[in-house]
Every structure is written in C-alpha cells, then in structure tokens.
C-alpha cells in the first residue's frame, strides 16, 4: 500500500487560492486603511476648530478711537486664504481656556488687551533704542493630537503674521515721510507672534498620546482575550483539541448549543475584565509611570472597555466562525487605529474615514480615557460619549450575536452532528 506524502498537499489549488485570496485581501485593506488615511492630512483638512480671541480694549489716537483687535479679527473671519479648512471660532479668553481644556479647540488665536495701545506707544516711540513690539500669541493644544496641534498652530500662525503686516500698512500710511527708515521698517511688520502652549500635559503625558495607547492596549486586550477564551472553551467542551508542545489534549464532548457557548464564553471574558483591566492600570500607572490621575475612574473605564470590545469579538467569532477573527482584525484594528482621531484629527481623514469614526471603538474609548488622563474626567471633553457608546456597543453585540447563534440553533445547524456526538452523560462521566 503506498502512503501520500503529506507535501502533495501544495499541489492543490484551491489551497493556494483560498490562502492567496485571504491575505492579499488582507494586506491591500491594511494598506488602504493606514496608509490611505494619513497619505496627505493637509490636503483633506476641513473645519479645524481653531479659537480666535479678541481681548484687545483698544485706544485712544489723534483724538480718535481705534480697536486694532476687532480689525484683525475681522479679517481673519473674512480672509477665504485658507478656504474652509480652519474653523475659526470667536469666543472670549475665558471660553477659548475651557475649550482648550476639553480638546475641542486645536489652537488658539489671542489678541491681547493692550493690543492697540501697544500698537499706539510703538508709532510714538519707534525712536527709541529699543521698542516694546505688542505680541499676538498663538496658543497650541498637544493634548488634542500633535498633529492637529500642528496644523492649528500653522494656520494661526500665518494668520497672525498676515495681520501684523495689515496694521504695517496702516501705520505705515499715516507717518511722515522723513520718519526713519529703521523706524518705517519697525512699523511695517509692529506684532510679534509668540507661541505658548494653550493646555499644558504633565511631562509623562507622551506629548498628548498616552491615552491613544493606552485606548489601543485596551481593545488589543479584548480583543486578543476573545480569541484565547473562545478556543479554550471550544477546548473545554471537547469541540477541539489543544496543543501543548508535542501534547495533544482533547476532551470528551460536551454538548452546548452555540448560545450556550456564547454565554459561556461571555461570562469568563467579563470576569476576567476584571484582571486585565487592573493589570493594564497597574503597568501602565504604577510600572511605566504614566501621568493618571482619576484612578478608580480610569481603572473602571478600562475594566468595562476591555469587556466590551471582548464580547464584541467573541460575537464575531460565533456568528462567522474562522472567518470571524479576520472580522476582528479589521474592525479593531485596521479601521479602528487611522480613524481613532490621536494621530491624525478627524477634520483632517477623508471623509469615508470620517463616516468609519462615528462607531470605530478606538475612537470612543480613545476620548473617553483622554477625558480622564487630560481634561479632569469632564463629560462632555469625550467621556459621556465614551461610556454611551460602550453601552450601546455592548448591547448592539449581545443582540446580533445571541439573536444569530440562536437563529442558528433553532435550524439546527449544530456544531457538531448528533450522530457523530458522543452523549452527553457519557462525557460528563468521563470528566
């Protein structure tokens, strides 16, 4: 009798087709995602929200009143330069702070209160040795994202310099031809633009990015979770075999219809949310010593995100089966990072990535553990959202997969053949 040598099998076809299909798929949709997303920010900007804040009281000149502020102003708002990729949005100092606070703000435009009486003592003064030059002061928020960060402090920039050369004409326009030249130069360009940071981080803050990793440990956790529980339990129901090194351990079969294995395996990866949420806290808070504050707040959050993201990949799994942890791998991680808005901001994704953010899990939990770590855990700075689309994430889960796996059940499409089961008494006994 001859026996087939076990490489024949790479004469198959379909093996190759099958396997070429799944990871050239995969490989084309990871390009597409990561590098489809981030390819050119700048060009896909839109309606950056970026503070500008007039606090100039203005001043007295040649008997009349001039309000230097509310001309820059003005004509920031009116300016088409930057077409309709800044948002600019007039508010007080007080306002523009607190929205910095909360990460809804990238930056900030601040004309000072002594603007025009500065701008006024320098048209007065231009002989002396050395002039005081009013300031206009860009204020950046890290916190929000670097790179958006960086883009509102670009855009406020170049806003700031155009208005310093405006009030230049201006002034340049009423002084008498024999003033000097130093001093024509001076007033043609009188603001400095100075650049302070808007919502300062504590220096283990990661530069505005350990709540993106720290969001990202969490849904690997839930979702790495899902893929051992949903194995070990299948293992523990005798519907696999285990490989331990050179060990092949299979169980006797115990029958459970597929919502049962779905609870099942529900029920360990909630509990044990409980230990991998403490123990990412613990390493993160207490080991890496990363800035937390909030801490049983921070250790609930993650506790419930982990939970989450793992039922959610446990439905997956049951409902599509092998294919399922290709599923789960996209959703959480080849859609879920570029749209998480921490890299790159959502006013900077085209838009079909925009449309993904709305119910990525990254994104949702991201603002939520920013909320905590940032913005002093305040609701609407992403945590009420947060903990919204956790509730909604988890019941939209446990619907679709116990309504399908029941389906299922119900037309009899059982794991396993009743006439290739092994009864049920027989493999209790055996345990």
Partial sequence: ????????????????????????????????????????????????????????????????????GARITESIEKSTAGGDKI?????????????????????????????????????????????????LTVLTNQSAGSLGSSLARAATTTAAESASLQVGKELTARIPPAQPAAARVLLADPAAVTVEDGHPLDSHSGLGLTAFYYALVLVVCGMLAANVISGQVDHALGYTHNDMGPRRVHRPLLRATRVQTLAIAATLMAALSVLMGTLVLAGAVGIMGMDASHLPLLWLYSVAAIAVCGIGALTLLAVFGTPGMLLVTLVFIAMAVPTAGATTPLQALPDFYRFLAEFEPLRQITGGVRSILYYDAQGDAGLTRGWIMLAVGLGAACLFGFGVTRLYDRKGLHRVPEEDAVPTKAAVAAR
């Fill in 87 to 135: 948002d600019w949005k007039v508010m007080s100092e007080k306002e523009a702070k607190a929205e910095l606070g909360k990460g809804k703000l990238y930056g900030a435009l601040l004309v000072p209160a002594d603007f025009s009486s500065s701008v006024t003592a320098l048209s007065a003064t231009t002989a002396t040795a050395d002039p005081v030059r009013p300031r």
């Fill in 1 to 68: 009798m001859n026996r087939v040598h076990p490489f024949r099998v790479l004469r198959a076809k379909p093996l190759w087709i099958a396997n070429g299909v799944i990871v050239g798929v995969l490989a084309l949709l990871f390009t597409v995602f990561y590098v489809g997303a981030n390819v050119d920010p700048a060009g896909h900007l839109r309606k950056l929200p970026v503070g500008l804040v007039d606090a100039d009281k203005g001043a007295a000149a040649d008997g009349k009143r001039i309000d230097l």
